[in-house]
């Protein structure tokens, strides 16, 4: 079964194999080292399961960042705090243009008032984009009227990564690097990611076939060993693929009707 704690684990294995190092986001934009990779995780919701994750990586003496949301199902400071003190960056998962429907003046309101409440929990330099594939709004066109160096932040992975020299690898809809079924989450780059499998990424790295800078996207909501949990993720990520499909589509019709 893929998808699985366990199989997470022998991912994280396969990386320590293959002699890469670990950095958290942060680290990489000050002080980028020659073969390292980013275990970056985006925290939609279930946090437990991050902290799971987290636990699993500071057993190896390795590290990543975690993306919290502002919202309920995600923003959980005593989980946050104690993923930290695990020595993982903690950083936040802005969606506000989405929230705020576009409104750009209430949208930077907001992503300057989440950030302060973020900042009585951990030290946050970095931010990433939630993509809300159910909004018409990007939350990263905010930053076409805004700078979020003018917050002190450092680094957003869509804006700061060259994507032509790291691999981007992410597990959005359950499944890797799924184009068809993933509205924001996506990077242009040269790199040839078919992979269907985890296990597939795990022979990549076996067999030297990965470059020596990689960022890995994780959604630890997806990752379970209960089956009952299991096969709930299965049905309800499928439901959503097949409605982004859609999304895709409409967007791609409306598109090439207007050209």
């Not at 390292?36 to 279930?46: A, S, Y």
């Not at 060259?162 to 989450?185: A, H």
């Not at 992979?195 to 909501?221: C, E, K, V, W, Y």
Request: charged content about 30%; aromatic content about 14%.
């Amino acid at each position: 079964m893929d998808f699985t704690i366990k199989k997470y684990e022998e991912l994280i294995d396969a990386l320590i194999a293959a002699d890469y190092s670990f950095q958290t986001f942060s680290e990489f934009i000050k002080k980028p080292q020659k073969k390292t990779v980013i275990l970056r995780h985006d925290v939609d919701l279930k946090p437990n399961n991050s902290l799971t994750f987290a636990k699993i990586q500071a057993k190896r003496n390795i590290k990543g960042v975690y993306y919290f949301r502002s919202v309920k199902k995600s923003f959980k400071p005593h989980i946050m705090r104690k993923i930290n003190k695990l020595n993982h960056e903690i950083g936040y998962h802005y969606e506000c243009l989405a929230l705020k429907k576009g409104n750009e003046a209430e949208a930077i309101k907001k992503f300057k008032e989440d950030l302060h409440e973020f900042r009585q929990i951990a030290s946050i330099e970095t931010i990433c984009m939630h993509g809300s594939p159910m909004s018409r709004y990007d939350s990263k066109d905010l930053w076409k009227s805004y700078t979020y160096a003018d917050f002190d932040i450092i680094g957003e992975p869509y804006f700061d990564v060259n994507f032509k020299k790291v691999m981007y690898i992410t597990d959005t809809g359950r499944s890797w690097n799924n184009k068809k079924i993933s509205i924001r989450d996506k990077v242009e780059t040269p790199f040839d990611n078919n992979f269907r499998h985890t296990d597939d990424i795990i022979q990549a790295l076996s067999l030297g076939n990965l470059p020596d800078q990689i960022m890995i996207n994780f959604h630890p909501q997806r990752w379970t060993s209960n089956p009952i949990f299991w096969f709930q993720e299965l049905f309800f990520q499928n439901l959503k693929n097949m409605i982004k499909k859609i999304i895709i589509y409409k967007s791609k019709f409306t598109s090439n009707k207007v050209t």
